[in-house]
């Protein structure tokens, strides 16, 4: 199980070093390289739209472009120190988030699932918050690409080891830039992850991949059922 808040001792980190890298708008996986997918699985609208796991809140003026009224919950008080001047904040844990039921009409969930350790239950709590035909936006590392299991130091040919199976928590990962050695990740299998979505009672509403020539991201729109 990952650690409380285990962002807070990277914030900084992650702020400067790997929001910030040069290559951070190109590189397949890294939030900053997400702005498209995000857009075309959210679309335009108006209202609150709730970003779960809102980090450091690098995803608010995107959000904002589209017409919506970006807010974010977090369970680390570093990530929002950087995020509070970028948007309305609350520190909580995504499984018991301080948001009336049926209030908002969107939320997303930007590579963090793997950070949650139960995301099922995370899945639960953005249905219950959601009003009735409200949009969810999930964009995640792929379950089927990337984790402990996949060496990925050859982007032309990435190598799956045994794993995938493996629900556990993690430090291995194939390089030392990124999060997964820093903090740790999960992993669910990708038949899992689905089911989560509909025992949570989202309709599942269409899918995307992102990253070449291997996915990295895998993304998917779903819905609350009027």
Same mark, same amino acid.
Not at 4 to 9: G, I, N, P, V, W
Not at 109 to 122: K, S
């Given at each position: 199980?990952?650690?409380?808040?285990?962002?807070?001792?990277?914030?900084?980190?992650?702020?400067?070093?790997?929001?910030?890298?040069?290559?951070?708008?190109?590189?397949?996986?890294? %939030?900053?390289? $997400? @702005?498209?997918?995000?857009?075309? =699985?959210?679309? &335009? *609208?108006?209202? +609150?739209?709730?970003? #779960?796991?809102?980090?450091?809140?690098?995803?608010?003026?995107?959000?904002?472009?589209?017409?919506?009224?970006?807010?974010?919950?977090?369970?680390?008080?570093?990530?929002?120190?950087?995020?509070?001047?970028?948007?309305?904040?609350?520190?909580?844990?995504?499984?018991?988030?301080?948001?009336?039921?049926?209030?908002?009409?969107?939320?997303?969930?930007?590579?963090?699932?793997?950070?949650?350790?139960?995301? %099922?239950?995370? $899945? @639960?709590?953005?249905?219950?918050? =959601?009003?009735? &035909? *409200?949009?969810? +936006?999930?964009?995640? #590392?792929?379950?089927?690409?990337?984790?402990?299991?996949?060496?990925?130091?050859?982007?032309?040919?990435?190598?799956?080891?045994?794993?995938?199976?493996?629900?556990?928590?993690?430090?291995?990962?194939?390089?030392?830039?990124?999060?997964?050695?820093?903090?740790?990740?999960?992993?669910?299998?990708?038949?899992?992850?689905?089911?989560?979505?509909?025992?949570?009672?989202?309709?599942?509403?269409?899918?995307?991949?992102?990253?070449?020539?291997?996915?990295?991201?895998?993304?998917?729109?779903?819905?609350?059922?009027?």
């Amino acid at each position: 199980m990952a650690p409380k808040a285990a962002y807070d001792r990277i914030a900084d980190w992650y702020e400067r070093d790997f929001l910030g890298a040069g290559d951070a708008e190109t590189s397949d996986g890294n %939030p900053r390289a $997400l @702005g498209g997918l995000l857009a075309g =699985l959210l679309g &335009g *609208g108006n209202g +609150v739209c709730l970003e #779960v796991g809102c980090g450091t809140g690098v995803h608010a003026d995107r959000v904002r472009g589209l017409g919506w009224t970006p807010v974010g919950v977090d369970l680390s008080a570093g990530m929002l120190g950087h995020a509070r001047g970028r948007l309305p904040v609350a520190q909580a844990d995504a499984v018991r988030m301080p948001v009336l039921g049926g209030a908002v009409p969107a939320a997303v969930a930007v590579m963090v699932h793997t950070d949650m350790p139960d995301y %099922p239950a995370v $899945l @639960g709590e953005v249905a219950r918050v =959601l009003r009735p &035909g *409200g949009v969810f +936006v999930h964009i995640g #590392v792929h379950p089927c690409f990337c984790g402990g299991f996949a060496d990925r130091s050859d982007p032309g040919a990435v190598v799956i080891g045994p794993g995938y199976l493996d629900g556990r928590w993690t430090t291995e990962s194939w390089t030392g830039h990124g999060l997964r050695d820093k903090v740790g990740a999960g992993h669910l299998p990708l038949p899992r992850l689905f089911q989560a979505f509909l025992d949570a009672g989202l309709v599942l509403e269409g899918f995307t991949e992102h990253g070449a020539p291997t996915p990295v991201v895998l993304g998917v729109r779903a819905r609350k059922p009027l």
